[in-house]
């Protein structure tokens, strides 16, 4: 049973650094999430992807934050010039969903996270 | 962002009682959606509910889809130690093809007391 991939599981990272996370979703899934996670929280939308287009952002994704998709399936998310705020879970999570029209249920499934902190 | 009403926030309880907690929207959802989460990992998926009125169990679990669609609840019966974590209900909304955002509540953390 192969689920979602993330990594690394840790990042330790200096203020003003760059760091980048990977995610490898389910195989046959065509949409792909990023959400931020802090403590007591519950998680966050950032942004999606339906196989390599990105179709949504939230105002939470400011322009230091970039994702990607580029053959619709793994995704990247870089933080540049990172900041203490930054410090938090940063999740991913994968659904399939049919793009032939119609209903359906888009059911998310969550990888197990990149605990990010910024000193 | 968007969060639920998630209730219980925290609970204590002794082994092998049953537990119960809930969540509530102003919105109304198409879908609700519990997940799991244990310390330092991502949260796992233990129920989904796409219909008003749905009343589904998974092994010891058991959540039901509120007919109003502005709710849902879990149960847990006969709680054992390894159900200690933070248990998440999160909702979504329904449209054809589209996004269909998810929003989490903000978790109800359960310690099981041997």
């Known amino acids: 049973d192969t689920g979602v991939s993330q990594n690394p599981r840790h990042k330790i990272t200096k203020r003003g650094q760059n760091v980048t996370f990977r995610c490898d979703p389910i195989?046959?899934?065509?949409?792909l999430y990023w959400y931020r996670q802090t403590l007591g929280q519950g998680p966050e939308f950032l942004t999606y992807f339906q196989n390599e287009a990105q179709l949504e952002k939230s105002r939470l994704l400011s322009d230091r934050f970039s994702a990607e998709r580029p053959k619709g399936s793994f995704s990247t998310l870089e933080i540049q010039r990172t900041e203490q705020g930054d410090s938090a879970m940063y999740l991913c999570?994968?659904?399939?969903?049919?793009?032939?029209?119609?209903?359906?249920?888009?059911?998310?499934?969550f990888g197990p996270g990149t605990r990010l902190t910024v000193l | 962002g968007q969060q639920l009403n998630q209730s219980p926030q925290s609970m204590f309880i002794q082994e092998g009682e049953d537990v119960s907690m809930n969540c509530t929207s102003s919105?109304?959802?198409?879908?609700w959606l519990w997940y799991k989460q244990d310390p330092g990992e991502g949260p796992v998926l233990l129920i989904a509910l796409y219909k008003a009125g749905e009343l589904t169990s998974n092994g010891r679990l058991t959540a039901q889809f509120g007919i109003t669609r502005k709710d849902s609840f879990l149960n847990i019966s006969a709680s054992i130690p390894s159900d200690v974590g933070i248990y998440f209900c999160?909702?979504?909304?329904?449209?054809?093809?589209?996004?269909?955002?998810?929003?989490f509540g903000i978790g109800t953390k359960l310690q099981v007391i041997p």
């Open positions: 999570a994968s659904s399939y969903m049919s793009t032939s029209g119609g209903w359906g249920t888009d059911t998310q499934y």
């Open positions: 919105s109304i959802f198409n879908t």
């Open positions: 999160a909702g979504q909304p329904r449209r054809a093809g589209g996004y269909q955002k998810v929003t």
């Open positions: 195989s046959e899934h065509n949409r």
